[in-house]
């Protein structure tokens, strides 16, 4: 099986050379990957991870991570938001996992509000057909 975040982090490695990864500190086997103020409510999930070794050192999530529980001493995380290791495990990689899922599109709020039309606009978008003014055709039938 192919996992997808190899093929990322390989892109990652070397198509941003200039931006550094950043190290997240493990303290007794718990790392806060979104600090407890930017927390958001919403539906939340934990789960454990078992990977084998497979050859990269990505740590793979659902939804958005917010904690994560490993023996590791740090993280990195990208600077694409993913997260890796440092190092791969040739025993295979095991953490439990604290994230926070999305709402679906249809039931989430909309990110910005809607635009408000000034009142000229919304009277000239609410005119009848037989109300607004006639325009030429742009072609004439023959």
């Known amino acids: 099986m192919a996992w997808p975040g190899a093929g990322r982090i390989r892109w990652e490695r070397w ?22 103020a930017n927390r958001r409510s919403g539906r939340h999930i934990n789960y454990h991870v078992d990977l084998d070794a497979f050859g990269t050192d990505a740590l793979f999530f659902a939804g958005v991570p917010e ?18 290791l440092g190092v791969q495990s040739p025993q295979g990689v095991h953490y439990d ?13 909309a990110p910005y509000p809607e635009p408000i039309l000034p009142l000229r606009a919304r009277s000239d978008y609410l005119q ?4 607004r003014p006639a325009k030429s055709p742009i072609w004439r039938a023959p």
């Open 97 to 109: 996992a604290y994230s926070r899922l999305e709402d679906p599109p249809e039931t989430s709020p």
């Open 67 to 84: 904690m994560v529980d490993l023996r590791y001493p740090f993280l990195l995380r990208t600077a694409t938001g993913s997260y890796r």
């Open 15 to 36: 198509s941003e050379p200039g931006r550094a990864n950043q190290a997240v500190p493990v303290e007794n086997g718990h790392a806060d990957l979104e600090p407890s």
């Open 128 to 131: 009848t057909a037989a109300a």
